[in-house]
């Protein structure tokens, strides 16, 4: 039985070309549309390399999947576009239920930084400050930070709350040989105060908006 969805079950990895902003022009082999469709859908559950990683956290060893949803939009409070988190794992374990929001990345970056992203509009003001009380950070401090770090960890910790689960984790899916996008990524978690050291491992928790927060990243080879 398929534990994939979206709108609909989600049975083969191309179920998820209709819901991806751009359709088939993000579905090809080497980006991450493609590559995280066919590691997740193919393994039927947790992928092995990600299951590998999360057990090297007593919180989150052994987990099992409830339900995976790809392209999940998760509204973050303020007027404006969604974040479409690529794939909100729900799972659970001997700990109880967690929200994992999974971020699938070959060589494409985060997108831009927050000093870019913020053009000093009210909508945009309004909607940093928001993140930056749920996250705990002060607005001066992420001028150097991508804007989808910000929205994507946020992402995490409201999608616990609403399936009333109290342990999140924003975790980075990566098929890149050469680990792109992984300073900035690290720059991130040492400005959360929960540091990743290195690929291939899970943060220390930090408590958001009474949600036990983590971060992570994990490295994969593409789909052959």
């Known amino acids: 039985m398929s534990r994939f969805f979206h709108a609909q079950e989600i049975a083969n990895p191309e179920d998820v070309i209709p819901f991806l902003a751009k359709q088939e022009r993000h579905w090809k082999r080497?980006?991450?549309?493609?590559?995280?469709?066919?590691?997740?859908?193919?393994?039927?559950?947790i992928p092995a390399p990600?299951?590998?990683?999360?057990d090297t956290c007593d919180d989150y060893a052994g987990v099992t999947l409830?339900?995976?949803?790809?392209?999940?939009?998760?509204?973050l409070r303020t007027p404006g576009?969604?974040?479409?988190?690529?794939l909100l794992a729900l799972v659970n374990s001997a700990h109880g239920n967690a929200v994992i929001a999974v971020e699938g990345k070959v060589d494409e970056?985060?997108?831009?930084?927050v000093s870019t992203w913020n053009d000093g509009s009210h909508g945009k003001e309004r909607r940093l400050k928001a993140l930056c009380a749920s996250l705990g950070l002060g607005i001066a401090a992420v001028d150097t930070i991508h804007y989808q770090l910000l929205h994507r960890t946020a992402s995490a910790i409201y999608e616990s709350q609403r399936y009333r689960a109290r342990r999140a984790v924003m975790l980075v899916h990566s098929f890149s040989v050469i680990d792109t996008s992984f300073p900035d990524f690290q720059s991130f978690s040492r400005l959360m105060g929960i540091p990743v050291k290195a690929v291939n491992r899970v943060s220390e928790?930090?408590?958001?908006?009474?949600?036990?927060?983590?971060?992570a990243w994990v490295k994969d080879q593409p789909h052959m």
């Open 30 to 45: 080497g980006y991450s549309a493609y590559e995280l469709a066919h590691s997740w859908v193919n393994a039927g559950g």
């Open 50 to 54: 990600v299951r590998s990683v999360l």
């Open 66 to 75: 409830g339900e995976g949803l790809f392209e999940r939009a998760v509204a």
């Open 81 to 86: 576009r969604k974040s479409q988190t690529d």
């Open 109 to 113: 970056p985060f997108g831009d930084l």
């Open 205 to 215: 928790e930090r408590e958001c908006e009474g949600i036990r927060l983590r971060l």
